[in-house]
């Protein structure tokens, strides 16, 4: 048994609104929160007590969406080009080239960060600049939005992308003013590469996974969301939840119409399981918003196009109803207002067809109006967006969007003043710092790359962005019940912070650290 005393406990939990102590068990379950006096007469001789000496005590963090497992390639095997490291193209040219130096000739290089409208270029990496990394390695660089991916000429030439390449429904392979293609895929052209990249093994994956939770575990983050998995991710997933591995609790949304082509996967297995939970699915609905491929009704600024519809109606209403009929959850990608008219809309279908009390989730909402949100509300969807968006992509939304388009931009004040549920979360690698106390500063203070506010009357307070990093992420999952509040008989994942984060000024919330990780009761990082 574990009992924590001494500092300041925000349960998540109305019934426990000045709890001064917890018990946790040898399950790995809260035993018993509440007064100093009742907690210790619940305790046995012997229990260890940890003092939190003025510290908070808070429910593990959970980021409701997060890509697991692309996080753990970028901190085990591929080139890592943000801005931090790669601050030019020139710069992304040498990380390419360091390290084909260290592989043989004919193995692909992968990699992923920049962000065209934080280069000093103002413009996409070409296949001739990455040709000049190598002309005998395969290369692919994503965008660090994870919608766009560039390719040098000997990776284009296996994928057979020539200038007779026609556009895949959903994607554009990007030309230049001759035809030919300037190795820049979007979308579902993404595909037409990743298809012919070779998978990483499952031990190389697992260990990817493995260096990702560690990462995860020091930000307090002991829940997670990995919404974009394929058959061969499940298996890996599924086999590392049976041999004991993970070490972070995660909820996995297999993808059903991978990139590249009209290939829809099979619903998956369902398994729930202490550590891993499958039973909900994953669409794309349209693009990113800070590259402007998210489907708009008006033109972006820059690029004058309105961006990406990845599906025609009745083709995701049929493979939505699919799913929704076998009594699977749906988490689908849908940004832009565009988009957000076409899956709303056939959210409202399948429950009319069928009033099955499923909610389903829409990831990112980035995009919607006072007519989308009360539409969401009365289909109970949960909103699943990221505030960590404008401090590290703000810049770009600048860039692109149309300036009717800035003060609906991520609106979580209004999605709560809604009724909806929100879940905040990060979508790393698509941003390079996942802190939720990054998140919920963003969510609070609302401020892009150069300190000024988008959308500011959008903003909420810091206990509003607390509870939905955490308990928002637990109904999202569907796991209320078990985690996200410090509550008797759910499990004792925590995190004790430095300081209290409604308490620290907005301005000074970064300087509030995670001190100790715990999950299922048991120490698994300490600062």
């Not at 959903?170 to 003013?177: A, I, L, P, T």
């Not at 909806?420 to 979360?425: C, F, G, N, R």
Request: net charge negative; proline share 7%.
């Amino acid at each position: 048994m574990l009992l924590f005393h001494n500092g300041t406990l925000h349960t998540m939990d109305a019934r426990y609104p000045n709890a001064e102590a917890l018990l946790c068990g040898d399950d790995g379950r809260i035993l018993a929160v509440g007064a100093l006096a009742e907690v210790e007469a619940a305790a046995r001789p012997g229990t260890r007590r940890v003092d939190l000496a003025g510290r908070t005590l808070i429910p593990g963090f959970n980021d409701a969406h997060v890509h697991i497992w692309k996080l753990g390639l970028l901190l085990t095997r591929q080139v890592v080009a943000n801005k931090a490291t790669a601050p030019d193209i020139a710069s992304i040219i040498a990380r390419f080239r360091d390290k084909a130096v260290t592989l043989p000739a004919g193995t692909w290089i992968t990699g992923r960060g920049y962000n065209e409208a934080e280069l000093p270029e103002k413009r996409h990496p070409t296949r001739a600049d990455l040709d000049a990394a190598s002309s005998s390695h395969p290369i692919a660089l994503t965008r660090t939005c994870g919608h766009m991916i560039v390719a040098n000429s000997l990776a284009l030439r296996l994928a057979g992308i020539t200038r007779d390449t026609a556009n895949p429904p959903g994607g554009v392979v990007v030309r230049d003013e001759h035809g030919e293609p300037t190795g820049l895929l979007q979308e579902t052209a993404m595909g037409l590469i990743s298809k012919v990249i070779p998978e990483p093994s499952d031990d190389e994956l697992a260990d990817a996974i493995r260096a990702a939770n560690r990462h995860q575990l020091s930000l307090g983050i002991t829940s997670a969301t990995d919404p974009l998995l394929t058959p061969f991710h499940l298996r890996v997933y599924g086999a590392m939840d049976a041999r004991g591995e993970l070490a972070v609790r995660v909820n996995g949304l297999p993808i059903r119409r991978p990139d590249g082509g009209a290939e829809t996967l099979p619903l998956p297995e369902r398994h729930v399981s202490d550590w891993l939970r499958i039973d909900c699915v994953k669409f794309f609905g349209d693009g990113g918003l800070s590259g402007a491929t998210a489907a708009i009704s008006q033109p972006y600024k820059v690029t004058g196009e309105r961006g990406v519809l990845r599906f025609e109606t009745d083709d995701l209403t049929n493979l939505m109803w699919e799913a929704h009929a076998a009594g699977f959850r749906i988490g689908t990608h849908a940004i832009g207002d565009v988009t957000l008219d076409q899956v709303i809309g056939v959210y409202e279908e399948l429950h009319r067809r069928l009033p099955n009390g499923l909610r389903h989730r829409i990831e990112h909402l980035g995009l919607p109006d006072a007519e989308h949100l009360r539409r969401c509300r009365a289909l109970n969807v949960i909103a699943v967006p990221q505030t960590v968006f404008l401090p590290a992509l703000g810049a770009s939304f600048r860039r692109y969007l149309p300036d009717a388009f800035v003060p609906r931009c991520y609106p979580v004040r209004a999605m709560l003043d809604a009724g909806l549920t929100v879940a905040l979360s990060s979508d790393a690698p698509v941003v390079p710092d996942d802190d939720p106390i990054l998140g919920i500063k963003a969510a609070v203070d609302r401020l892009d790359p150069f300190g000024e506010p988008i959308a500011p009357e959008q903003t909420i307070s810091a206990a509003e962005a607390l509870y939905a990093y955490i308990m928002g992420g637990a109904i999202a999952s569907g796991d209320a019940d078990n985690r996200g509040s410090l509550t008797p008989g759910k499990w004792a994942d925590l995190a004790v912070l430095s300081g209290d984060p409604l308490r620290t000024p907005t301005a000074d919330l970064l300087s509030v650290r995670v001190d100790q990780t715990y999950v299922g009761g048991t120490l698994v990082h300490e600062r």
